[in-house]
Nanobody, 122 residues
Framework: QVQLVESGGGLVQPGGSLRLSCAASGSIFSINVMGWYRQAPGKERELVAVIISGGSPNYADSVKGRFTISRDNAKNTVYLQMNSLKPEDTAVYYC????????????????WGQGTQVTVSS
């Protein structure tokens, strides 16, 4: 009922930048929370940044001042601008959205993107 398509990952040198996008489509009535998570090899998936509709974004301490999350409600899209990338930012990045579907009485559902690889290496 809802599809998430991520793009923008890749290989970048330390200090470089990347911009991730995640577009949601389908039977969407409303999206309240949109966020980015990441999972490095051998580690747990962790929250990177989250933005609530009408609210301020929140960031993991490890990315504050370097990453910026934003959303375009008209396009049901969330972005993650990543600057000053470090090797420890290497991970698969996943978007997650909380969606109310377009039928009466729909609860909120959570959907995950397919993941996009970000590799920071010289």
């Amino acid at each position: 009922q809802v599809q998430l398509v991520e793009s923008g990952g890749g290989l970048v040198q330390p200090g470089g930048s990347l911009r991730l996008s995640c577009a949601a489509s389908g039977s969407i009535f409303s999206i309240n929370v949109m966020g980015w998570y990441r999972q490095a090899p051998g580690k747990e998936r962790e929250l990177v940044a989250v933005i609530i509709s009408g609210g301020s974004p929140n960031y993991a301490d490890s990315v504050k001042g370097r990453f910026t999350i934003s959303r375009d409600n008209a396009k049901n899209t969330v972005y993650l601008q990543m600057n000053s990338l470090k090797p420890e930012d290497t991970a698969v990045y996943y978007c997650k959205v909380n969606v109310k579907l377009s039928y009466d009485g729909s609860p909120w559902y959570s959907y995950w993107g397919q993941g996009t690889q970000v590799t920071v290496s010289s």
